[in-house]
């Protein structure tokens, strides 16, 4: 007679753990934090940097803190929101603003309410939204990109400097990014037309903020490929975006700017394929996603053409991911065999 | 000012009337909350709550004069059902921690038993049969394990015997607690 | 006519098919000893009807029906019964039940079989027959097959008759085989349960990856008008509930029957044992067994009802190095056995012998992260994540609120899910928890109900003492205590 281990069913599972879902999600991103490197420079990747080695210092001591095994370390998910809010800081960001920011993801919005899976909030957006409203200087000092004005790339030494030591850059490389330009000359009195005539601008939107964009968005259609990210966040959003976006465009299109520069413009592709996709603090049923993804992008139409802010994703994330559990109790699928209608 | 008053105190009227007649549309006959309590307690009628009975002890906890975690036999789920169903907060369990006791039931020593009646004078649930001078013996499906007949009888011929689990009793573990050691 | 549906969620899984689906059926072993549970199916435990000692023919009744919703048990060779107790029996517990154990003689001689032209019988009298040929479904879930062709009640008409030939869990190639080998049997046993169920279609549903048991049942039913269906090969399209959807678009409601919604399905074995139970006369004494995995000589083998698991895995050759785990059934949805000494049932359809390479290796689980991928595979349409939540809270009115029971248990939620949950097991558990706790106060009401009689008794045997009393006593004393009543009251 042979004994054997007793374990329940299924006994075959999928190869795909948190920790590779995590990692695809940093590989999607690479494309566009390739263009943003090109544009802007070695402060992107100095951020990068500064802020992993802060996250995975701040979620060890955390882990540790809790009593909780160290081994969710590998699991990448840490690296994900640091990479996240390095990729929306100013690539010239002094070390202590990343660090404060990712602190405040890491073990406020993280930890404190749980760890991975528990968070109501998306992490990455409350770090993002703490240094927004405490830091509004630092957070809309912008380099102006590459081939723009007189841009020249600052070189390593230089980078490193200014992050660390503070070492004030020379005014004509800094400037504001162009939906603050946007809104800016808007409040001035200038019309869409006229102001999409300023060199910040490009093609379609921002000059070399527009190639970043098509990174991301490459990245993020692997991703859902990949099924690594729930295609119908992105299409919620983007598609909100577009609607209401095109709608006041019909209405004024002196007054307010074309769908395709909204969508295209600061981090509606970004976050629609890599913030708003968070799955922890999203809505998780399916007609749920698509509504929740929807509510983000109008939200940033409305903060964008009508609030105080150039940009509104982390806010709208931050409000929608309030309205997830009310949207997912309203939003059931219909169980197999429950009566249609 | 006055308008104000006015209004206020129309408003006030309006909402007395309204919960009066809710009183008596919306009377509720006799006292539910002991037969809700009734239902949560498992009906062992084993006394070790220190009342005649499962009844009794609903109605004093419905009156507010006794705990809620003084019944063994309903275990901490039975205390959780109390509290959920109280609105009240779960107090620990009560004094030793012998709250979860596996299910037993009463057999009787054949081979010792006089006959003496006791034990069925005892058993709250009829749950023991024979006659004067003649065998008892438990019906297993009816015991609620109470221990009640236990102490009655003068030989010591009566056993709490744990009810031993079969396949159709056998339950899934919840994931995650101690694997089961293989047998 | 021919338009296929299809179900929400699913799989791609490992197939593992040709492994034993390239050998035809072997005949089993006559072992010495026979281990017959009395219960091989849904219902209640078959009562016994031999004591040890008594001399059994192959194919007599052992075990007869307990109720309604029971079958019968036969000897599946002759001999002497050696014992009735409890004995180990495939279950993920590992528990004992109740077996007759049969000494076997060799001679393996029948009892006299009466085979019987189904057309000249009423079909209460074959239904019977069918009950007392202890016919249960042998896809798994083994109900009573008696029960099911019997549609009184349920719908007006029977709409579809569905023979399932699906067999979608990987490993599995019994029914492959039998469709291959005995397509004409089958038929011949799906025109009996036609003849009963009366429906104005009959389809049989395969799963595309099995061209020859297509090829072979479209040939038996030539000229019969029913119709071979290929399913598209995904996980679980075996499930009665998702057949039924692939094949009629109809969804059996929650809670209900197929016959709910017109519909009736079995599986192509049990059209195989109705046969012979009818026009044979034999009763079911044996199934079509897939011994396959991490076994020498992977096969199919038509084993006698008893017959050790022990000795099906040495007819295949024995195990390989480092099997770790045994199963019966797949790897989805079947369990894990404590040790191979425990006999073939009606359900057993598969023992898998597993290596470690052949396993996903035991992992921690990893908190939830919403991902959302067990939403997209639930071909029952839930929110397992949620369910998750509500069972490990022992929430379990909250998870029955949210459909539990409409989960069939296939696992496709576990195996996607990248956190390693094992959420089946939960919702298995908060299933098992509801029941219980459902029987528990089943017994406390009927606690209630017994002491609240005996308090009355007590209470009316006192007032008859106290009558009896007050007859006896003097009158004086009567009308006093007559007038304290009164006073009493007053």
């Known amino acids: 007679m042979m004994r054997f281990q007793a374990v329940t069913s299924p006994h075959v599972l999928l190869e795909t753990s948190v920790g590779q879902v995590m990692r695809r999600v940093l590989y999607a991103m690479l494309p566009g934090i390739a263009a943003l490197v090109w544009f802007f420079g070695w402060g992107v990747l100095v951020n990068l940097v500064i802020a992993t080695a802060v996250a995975l210092v701040a979620e060890a001591a955390m882990l540790a803190a809790r009593g909780k095994p160290l081994a969710p370390l590998g699991d990448s998910s840490a690296v994900v929101t640091a990479w996240l809010l390095a990729v929306a800081l100013p690539p010239l960001a002094p070390w202590w603003l990343t660090t404060i920011g990712v602190l405040s993801a890491i073990v406020v919005a993280k930890h404190l309410y749980g760890g991975l899976g528990y968070n109501p909030f998306n992490p ?76 910040v601008f490009g093609l379609v939107s921002g000059h070399g903020w527009e190639w970043a964009v098509l990174g991301f968005l490459a990245g993020g259609l692997w991703l859902i490929y990949t099924r690594a990210a729930d295609w119908r966040i992105p299409t919620g959003m983007l598609g909100g975006l577009a609607l209401i976006s095109t709608v006041f465009y019909l209405i004024n299109p002196q007054k307010y700017a074309p769908p395709w520069f909204h969508l295209w413009s600061g981090a509606a592709i970004f976050g629609a394929f890599f913030i708003a996709t968070d799955p922890v603090t999203a809505s998780a049923t399916p007609r749920g996603r698509l509504i929740y993804g929807a509510g983000i992008g109008v939200l940033v139409y409305i903060i964008r053409a009508f609030g105080g802010y150039p940009d509104g994703v982390a806010f709208s994330v931050l409000l929608m991911n309030i309205a997830a559990p009310t949207i997912d109790l309203y939003t059931p699928p219909r169980v197999f065999g429950a009566r249609r209608g | 000012m006055v308008i104000a008053v006015l209004a206020l105190s129309a408003l006030a009227g309006a909402s007395g009337l309204l919960l009066g007649f809710a009183a008596i549309r919306f009377k509720v006959e006799g006292n539910p909350i002991v037969e809700k309590i009734d239902a949560v307690l498992p009906q062992t009628q084993c006394g070790q709550c220190g009342y005649a009975g499962c009844r009794p002890y609903a109605e004093a906890i419905a009156a507010g004069e006794a705990e809620i975690n003084l019944c063994p036999p309903g275990g901490a789920n039975g205390v959780a059902a109390l509290a959920d ?96 050691a293989v047998a | 006519m021919s338009r296929l549906f299809s179900f929400h969620g699913g799989l791609k899984t490992v197939r593992h098919k040709t492994e034993s689906n390239t050998f035809p059926i072997e005949p089993g072993p006559l072992p010495r000893w026979l281990v017959i549970p009395l219960r091989q199916h849904m219902g209640n435990s078959a009562k016994p009807v031999v004591q040890p000692g008594d001399r059994v023919l192959k194919g007599q009744m052992i075990g007869q029906p307990d109720g309604y919703i029971s079958a019968a048990i036969h000897a599946p060779s002759s001999g002497v019964v050696a014992a009735v107790d409890l004995r180990p029996v495939p279950h993920p517990s590992g528990l004992a039940d109740l077996c007759v154990t049969i000494e076997t003689d060799g001679e393996d001689r029948w009892i006299e079989r009466e085979p019987v032209d189904y057309r000249r019988l009423h079909p209460s009298d074959l239904r019977n027959l069918i009950r007392s040929a202890g016919v249960v479904g042998l896809g798994g879930a083994v109900f009573p097959s008696a029960v099911k062709l019997n549609p009184g009640g349920h719908c007006e008409r029977v709409d ?211 991902c959302g991928a067990c939403v997209d595979a639930c071909p029952a349409n839930l929110l397992p994540q949620q369910l998750y939540w509500f069972a490990r809270a022992k929430e379990f009115d909250k998870a029955r609120d949210h459909h ?70 003097p009158p004086r004393a009567a009308a006093e205590t007559g007038a304290e009543t009164t006073g009493g009251a007053g």
């Open chain 3, 160 to 370: 579809a008759l569905i023979l399932n030939g699906a067999e979608c869990e990987p490993w599995i190639t019994c029914d492959d085989r039998i469709m291959r080998e005995r397509a004409v049997e089958i038929v011949a046993g799906l025109t009996i349960m036609a003849h009963l169920l009366e429906p104005r279609e009959v389809l049989i549903g395969i799963e595309d990856d099995k061209p020859e048991a297509i090829a072979a049942m479209t040939a038996a039913c030539a000229g019969t008008g029913y119709a071979v269906r290929a399913v598209p090969t995904r996980y679980p399209s075996g499930s009665v509930k998702q057949l039924i959807l692939l094949l009629t678009g109809r969804e059996i409601p929650e809670q209900g029957l197929p016959l709910d919604i017109g519909v009736q399905c079995f599986n192509v074995a049990t059209a195989h044992t109705v046969h012979r139970a009818i026009a044979h006369g034999e009763p079911v004494l044996s199934r079509i067994v897939t011994v396959t995995g991490h076994v020498h000589r992977p096969r199919n083998i038509d084993a006698l009802l008893g017959t050790s698991f022990a000795d099906l895995i040495a007819q295949c050759g024995g195990y390989r190095d480092s099997v770790e785990r045994l199963i019966m059934g797949g790897p989805m949805m079947g369990f894990a056995l404590h040790n191979d000494d425990v006999p073939v049932t009606k359900a057993t359809n598969c023992i898998l012998a597993a290596s470690a390479e052949q396993l996903t290796p035991e992992q921690p689980a990893m908190p939830c992260i919403r």
């Open chain 1, 124 to 199: 990455a957006m409350v770090g993002y939204v703490v240094l927004l409203i405490s830091f509004p200087r630092e957070m809309s000092t912008w380099l102006i990109p590459r081939g723009v004005g007189q841009a020249h790339a600052l070189t390593l030494a230089e980078t490193l400097r200014a992050i660390f030591v503070s070492t004030p850059v020379v005014d004509a490389l800094t400037g504001a990014t162009p939906l603050d330009v946007l809104r800016t000359k808007m409040g001035l009195g200038f019309s869409v037309a006229e102001i999409r005539n300023s060199p």
């Open chain 2, 85 to 180: 169903l109280l609105g009240r907060d779960p107090p620990p369990p009560n004094a030793d921690d012998g709250m979860e006791k596996p299910k037993m039931v009463a057999v009787i020593d054949e081979q010792s038993c006089i006959g003496c009646t006791l034990c069925i004078q005892a058993c709250p649930v009829d749950a023991i049969l024979g006659a004067a001078k003649h065998m008892h013996t438990v019906i297993a499906r009816e015991c609620t394990g109470c221990e009640l007949c236990v102490a009655p009888c003068p030989v010591d011929c009566i056993h709490m015997t744990p009810v031993a689990e079969t396949i159709t009793t056998w339950k899934w573990a919840c994931p995650g607690a101690a694997v089961r």
């Open chain 3, 404 to 473: 539990l029971f409409s989960c069939i248990e296939c696992g496709c939620c576990s195996y996607v899910c990248p956190s390693r949950i094992p959420l089946v097991q939960y919702y298995r558990y908060a299933k098992n928890e509801i029941w219980a706790r459902e029987q528990e106060k089943e017994k406390a009401e009927l606690a209630r109900q017994r002491h609240q009689a005996r308090q009355e008794r007590l209470e009316r045997e006192k007032q008859e003492r106290e009558a009896k009393l007050r007859q006896k006593a």
